[in-house]
C-alpha cells in the first residue's frame, strides 16, 4: 500500500516559521515529482509548491514566492515544505502529494497518490 504521512504543523503566530515533512512508504520518493497543496476551511484545495524528482526544479504558488521552500532528500523518502513568515492566510490543512510525472503542473488531477494532511493555523 501507498502512504503519504505529513507532519510537522501546528499553531504558531504570524511572522512565525514551521517545517512540514512528508514521508512516504511503499513508494519510491525518487520516482515521483512531489507537491504539496492547501485547502483553507470553505475553499478549494490549492497548489503551494512543487519539486522534481532529483531536486533541479521548483515551482511555487505566487501567495508563497520568497516564504516557502520546498526541498526533498529521496534517501529519506521524504519531503520537505519550510514555511517562513507566515500569515493567517495560511492557515489551511496542508497536502502532500506524488506525481509521474516529470514536470507537473499545479493540477490536482495530475498528482496520483495523496496524504490526509497536517493542520497549519497561523494566529493574526
Known amino acids: 500500500q501507498v502512504q503519504l504521512v505529513e507532519s510537522g504543523g501546528g499553531l504558531v503566530q504570524a511572522g512565525g516559521s514551521l517545517r512540514l515533512s512528508c514521508t512516504a512508504s511503499?513508494?519510491?520518493?525518487?520516482?515521483?515529482?512531489m507537491g504539496w497543496f492547501r485547502q483553507a476551511s470553505g475553499k478549494e484545495r490549492e497548489f503551494v509548491s512543487r519539486?522534481?524528482?532529483?531536486?533541479?526544479?521548483?515551482r511555487y504558488a505566487d501567495s508563497v514566492k520568497g516564504r516557502f521552500t520546498i526541498s526533498r532528500d529521496n534517501a529519506k523518502n521524504t519531503v520537505y515544505l519550510q514555511m517562513n513568515s507566515l500569515k493567517p492566510e495560511d492557515t489551511a490543512i496542508y497536502y502532500c502529494?506524488?506525481?509521474?510525472?516529470?514536470?507537473?503542473?499545479?493540477?490536482?488531477?495530475?498528482?496520483?497518490?495523496w496524504g490526509q494532511g497536517t493542520q497549519v493555523t497561523v494566529s493574526s
Open positions: 502529494a506524488a506525481s509521474s510525472i516529470i514536470f507537473p503542473s499545479n493540477l490536482i488531477s495530475e498528482y496520483n497518490y
Open positions: 511503499g513508494l519510491t520518493l525518487g520516482n515521483y515529482a
Open positions: 519539486i522534481t524528482r532529483y531536486s533541479t526544479n521548483t
